[in-house]
Nanobody, 118 residues
Framework: QVQLAESGGGLVQVGGSLRLSCAAS????????MGWYRQAPGKQREFVAH???????NYAGSLKGRFTISRDDAKNTVYLQMNSLKPEDTAVYYC????????????WGQGIQVTVSS
């Protein structure tokens, strides 16, 4: 089995920053792509950012420039640096990893709450 442990969420004021981490552990040979999604209350889950095994990144258009995804393969960890946070960034954030060639993502974290207060 594979476990994803998310950390770094919480309450922050408008304009503040947070850094989310997601550490993978368990039975896998390698991690391919890693990503972040989010789900705000009453809305569908939406894509935030993705980073390939080669370090190529892509972002939801509205978030590019404020959010940065990175990874540390030695620690099997993906990060999401979030700057200039806005109330509309309030959501549960989920990390995901791909360990096979069949799916983009094979495992998902349980989610971590980020609340941006005005």
């Amino acid at each position: 089995q594979v476990q994803l442990a998310e950390s770094g969420g919480g309450l922050v004021q408008v304009g503040g920053s947070l850094r989310l981490s997601c550490a993978a552990s368990g039975d896998f040979f390698r991690i391919n792509g890693m990503g972040w999604y989010r789900q705000a209350p009453g809305k569908q889950r939406e894509f935030v950012a993705h980073i390939s095994s080669g370090g190529v990144t892509n972002y939801a258009g509205s978030l590019k420039g404020r959010f940065t995804i990175s990874r540390d393969d030695a620690k099997n960890t993906v990060y999401l640096q979030m700057n200039s946070l806005k109330p509309e960034d309030t959501a549960v954030y989920y990390c995901a990893i791909g360990t096979t060639t069949y799916n983009e993502y094979d495992y998902w974290g349980q989610g971590i709450q980020v609340t941006v207060s005005s």
